[in-house]
């Protein structure tokens, strides 16, 4: 076998299928999840109204934003990335298997938190693991995170694919006994290969192979001991973490506490809004910012709301936008005599992001070299803008659905094709400026903002879609066009600050 991968590291290999499959599942999940809640019992399903579904689905997908953080940790100080990746991909696998074996709501949802513990160990720490097989950075390790992300992509592409074949070939479940079949291959595949990450992702931060690179002061903060041993006391603090945690969700699955999904929903997102105040907080007034920094953490924060109010509208992919596919979309291809899956339009998203991501790049250059590329804060505006077009779109469908008929697959195309263009005007250059305006010293905290802001947006849209009451159609396009009011109107205001914001960022182009 060659020791190389497209003139990469070999390792590049591992750390693609690994992901790919990773994507595969979480999109294939996404897919799938909210229209097995939804169906009827006597069909397969759990038989949950639409406002308990969309809360759980808002959960599911904040909860493996907000297990990165941790997971992270994990890998940093205690067991290194490759053991996480590893063991998070089982975790992965693991809990596919019990939603397919589960028999109640709480048994399910036990499988679900087993998913977003094991997308917290392997999806930042497969992604670490790649930059550290490239040590000397550069042009080569960029391309290999372009190669990476065609990963990332196919595997989007073909999850929703797959697993909606299934649960119509197979019955419901089946979605879920397939993503979690292809992880468990993924977590294979990782295992048997590992050998061609060398050192990459093996040692902790605490490690004597990482103390050289990290510094005296730094190693001394990580708590490194002789002998490369890791010390007890992170050990000791994640263990009381682990078992308040399983206290928690023992009370809950035997129901010792109640479990209600729209309450905990609400919860959450209250408890990530007053996570975010108090981090800035102290960012502001206890980071000793120079004022050049103090300046650059205010394009943060409104970066921060930004993500956070465009992935509230953008997460209504696998929600709002899902149910109405299955119910209000003509799915029926008559020449073919074939009913698309309505799983199947999940793949437009990541289908459109590979035909189009290098045309936006493209773009960016070229009125880079005429002076008329917009500035980052103009890109999210442009962004929101975008995506609250798509819900316009989705509007003047549900308008029509209102009239008493279904409509046709060309409004969901044109609605995800705009919301993919907002995807891309906001996603890539927000990820890369967090980077470029944090502090060095706070990099890797602000890099988790960023994070917690898509896991803010991702339950608000669990929230927002709950809204939707499928007993009266006729109030549909008022609250698609509530949307796009505020996702235009909030859009516009950033377009109109964006000037004033830019001249914050000073010289960081």
């Known amino acids: 076998m060659s020791d190389t991968f497209f003139g990469h590291p070999r390792g590049l290999a591992t750390c693609f299928f690994t992901e790919m499959w990773e994507r595969f599942t979480y999109y294939g999940m996404r897919a799938v999840l909210v229209l097995f809640l939804v169906n009827a019992v006597s069909h397969g ?20 934003f907000l297990a990165a953080l941790p997971g992270g ?18 975790a992965i696998a693991l809990g596919n298997a019990l939603l397919v074996m589960s028999n109640s709501p709480r048994s399910f949802y036990f499988g679900l938190l087993v998913i977003i513990l094991g997308v917290g160990l392997l999806k930042p720490n497969i992604s670490a693991i790649v930059g550290q097989l490239y040590p000397e950075g550069g042009a080569r390790l960029d391309a290999g995170f372009n190669l990476f992300y065609i990963g990332i992509n196919v595997g989007a592409v073909l999850g ?22 292809f992880m468990a291959l993924g977590a294979l595949q990782f295992y048997l290969t590992r050998r061609y990450l ?4 093996k040692t902790t931060a605490d490690s004597p192979a990482l103390a050289g690179e990290l510094g005296p002061s730094d190693a001394v903060a990580g708590g490194a001991v002789a002998g490369g041993a890791v010390p007890t006391k992170p050990w000791l603090g994640l263990w009381v973490c682990v078992a308040i945690v399983a206290s928690l969700v023992g009370a809950m699955y035997f129901g010792l506490i109640s479990l209600n999904p729209v309450s905990l929903a609400r919860s959450t997102a209250g408890l990530i809004v007053g996570m975010a105040v108090l981090y800035f907080a102290y960012f502001f007034l206890f980071g000793k910012l120079t004022r050049e920094e103090s300046r650059h953490g205010i ?18 992919a696998g929600s709002s936008m899902n149910l109405f596919a299955e119910r209000y979309t003509d799915r029926v291809v008559s020449t073919l005599h074939f009913t698309l899956p309505t799983e199947w339009f999940q793949s437009l998203n990541p289908t459109y992001i590979v035909v189009f991501a290098p045309l936006f790049a493209w773009l960016w250059i070229a009125l880079a070299k005429r002076h008329l590329n917009p500035s980052v804060p103009a890109k999210f505006a442009i962004g929101v803008i975008l ?32 919301h993919t ?16 305006l944090a502090p060095r010293r706070f990099v890797g905290q602000l890099m988790g903002m960023w994070f917690l802001a898509i896991s803010m947006g991702n339950l608000i849209a669990g929230l927002i879609a709950g809204e939707f009451d499928a007993e009266h159609v006729a109030a549909m396009p008022g609250q698609y066009l509530r949307i796009v009011y505020f996702s235009v109107g909030l859009g516009t205001i950033l377009l109109i600050l964006s000037r004033p914001v830019k001249k914050l960022m000073g010289r960081i182009e």
């Open 73 to 90: 940790w994990i890998a940093d100080r205690l067991i290194g990335a490759q053991r996480a990746v590893l063991i998070g991909g089982c």
């Open 421 to 436: 263009y907002g995807e891309l005007c906001l996603s890539p250059v927000g990820l890369s400026y967090f980077t470029k």
């Open 387 to 418: 995506m609250g077009s798509g819900f316009l779109v989705m509007a003047a469908g549900a308008s029509i659905v209102a009239s008493g008929s279904k409509v046709s697959p060309s409004w969901l195309i044109m609605a995800y094709l705009l």
């Open 45 to 64: 399903g759990l038989g949950i109204d639409d406002k308990t579904a969309f809360a759980i689905y808002g959960l599911y997908t904040a909860g493996t």
């Open 198 to 201: 060398g050192e990459a992702g």
């Open 160 to 181: 929703p694919l797959v697993t909606g074949e299934a649960q119509q070939l197979f019955g419901s479940r089946a979605g879920f006994a397939a993503a979690g079949l």
């Open 299 to 316: 394009v943060l924060v409104v970066l921060f709301v930004g993500c956070a109010l465009f992935f509230s509208g953008y997460e209504q």
